[in-house]
């Protein structure tokens, strides 16, 4: 089991900052890629950025550029810097973890809206 916690979601405006931050406890040991994802209203959950356990990073071309997802050694510790952020970054982000066995884990979910 993995536990995960999201923080750092708000209010901010149209080309403003904020860093989201993902808490893992339980078996991190066993964590082979750890990501963000969103949801925005009416639209399906999709991919923000992902890193691996050796440190390899994807990210969505709608955040390429703008979004940096790091995480410690320790991968009890994920987070999301968002930068130059746009009305459409609104949505739901969620952690999301995988174990080397393949099975995933999701947080609750943390608002960020963007006011243009």
């Known amino acids: 089991q993995v536990q995960l916690v999201e923080s750092g979601g708000g209010l901010v405006q149209a080309g403003g900052s904020l860093r989201l931050s993902c808490a893992a406890s339980g078996r991190t040991y066993s964590i082979n890629v750890m990501g963000w994802y969103r949801q925005a209203p009416g639209k399906q959950r999709e991919l923000v950025a992902t890193i691996t356990s050796g440190g390899n990073t994807n990210y969505a071309d709608s955040v390429t550029g703008r979004f940096t997802i790091s995480s410690n050694n320790a991968k009890n510790r ?8 746009k009305p459409e970054d609104t949505a739901v982000y969620y952690c999301n973890v995988q174990l080397f066995g393949g099975t995933l884990y999701w947080g609750q979910g943390t608002q960020v809206t963007v006011n243009s």
């Open 78 to 85: 994920m987070y999301l810097l968002m930068n130059s952020l």
